[in-house]
């Protein structure tokens, strides 16, 4: 039996022991409809609104600025749509790396008639803060820009972008999907008016987030129903998710810091390991400006699947860049956004750590790259090289 | 794992991965969508393939199907081996996820036409 070795926390993570133990009596005999008026309901409810005072208390806000969603999907959308059908018509401000919960919504905005910049991004993935002043329209009515890339975890300049839309008085969503519960996220500092952020990223259950709206925001539901989350979003809420969701913050308070600061020390341990033993192999990313456990590389000349494949049957999950289940294969538009060059991008693996990753784990996994990479090289044809 | 056994012991262990020196019929064949590339090269006696060895790059199943099409090569006669079919290719692997049928048929083009390529040179010589 393989030792197996999960990094891929990025995509998902185990949902806490404690999460688990938190959420149980909410599929049991706390199992009423928060709206119900009667004790069960009540119950239930009491669970939903402790959960919404952990989060405020996290993040420094007020609970009835919390909306309950079903996962970091649909918070973009309530943030994109909600804010551009309140004002009908406009432009929109994002970025060229968005996650497509927030690309594909800003896509279908411009189909009613808005209008949208997708600003570029450096060789690290960096937006330019400079980019976006100079986006800036009379007719501006959303700046939506990630705090970091899920794929190579490059942290944005929040701070100079929310005084950017401060100063004109758009609203500025962020989103924080990738952040949340991993590095600290100061609202008023950053200028935000608007974040996502979700819980099976940070060791809670899927299926449950949250958006931050501050108070005075004018925007528009996108689902409609009854009067759930004063009105914000109908649908009955996901009381024991939620409640999984508020302990998981709970945790990331107590755990965050001292996790950054050793997930960081693995990662740097993952990349100088592999870049030391496998030739041609690149960093993808902010050198410094990044999510402490992110690490995407670039194998030249090798395909990602390949890695990937040949790292599971190693009991090591992680991700590839690049992905031909449709029988056609295209290289992130994250990485070709960065102006990595093809015969690099066809080759990007993405590592994400967490708090269960050890240095053995790490070390175990530079042993197996390092071989792998040199069959797959081995037998691929010359020509390959030219792409 | 979605793929089969058969598959992933391919994958895990190429056999014939590499090149050859002066073999006797060179194919290749593309996959563009999947920038997929697959090349065969062909020992012959007799008219049959004496070994087969390949190239490839590509994903996991165009490297396992590279490695299953060198032995069900072997022994074949090139005018067989022109006509070698997709699902003869899919046979060796134990099978192929429908979205991962190209596997399959950028290997089997490059053999057919590294069998092409003898049976052109054969007639030349």
Known sequence: MNRRVYLDHNASTPVHPEVVQAMLPYFGERFGNPSSVHAFGREAREGVETAREQIAHFLRVGKEEIVFTSGGTESDNMAVKGIAMARRQGHIITSQIEHHAVLRAVQYLETLGFEATYVPVDQHGMVDPDDVRRAIRPDTVLITI??????????QPAAEIGRLAREREIPFHVDGVQTFGKVPIDLDAFGIDLLSFSSHKIYGPKGVAGLWIRKGTKMVSVQHGGEHERRRR???ENVPGIVGFGKAVELRARDMADEAVRVTALRDRLWDGISARVPEVR?????TQRLPGTCNMCFRHVESESIVLGLDLKGVGVSAGSACTSGSVEPSYVLV???????????????SLGRSTTAEDIDYVVECVEPLVAKLRSAMPARAEAR | MIYSAALVDHFRNPRNAGMMRDPDGVGE???????????????VRDGRVLEARFQTYGCGPTIAASSAATELAAGHRLEDLVELAEGRVVEAVGGLPEERRHAAQVVAMALRAAARNALDRRGKG
Do not use: K, Q
């Open chain 1, 146 to 155: 990630m705090h970091a890339n899920s794929e190579v975890g490059t942290i």
């Open chain 1, 234 to 236: 109908a649908g009955t």
């Open chain 1, 283 to 287: 960093l993808n990313g902010h050198p």
């Open chain 1, 337 to 351: 956004a960065m102006g990595v060059p093809l015969d690099w991008a066809m080759g990007s693996v993405r590592t």
């Open chain 2, 29 to 43: 064949s593309e996959y563009r969508e999947c920038m997929d590339l697959a090349r065969f090269y062909l020992r």
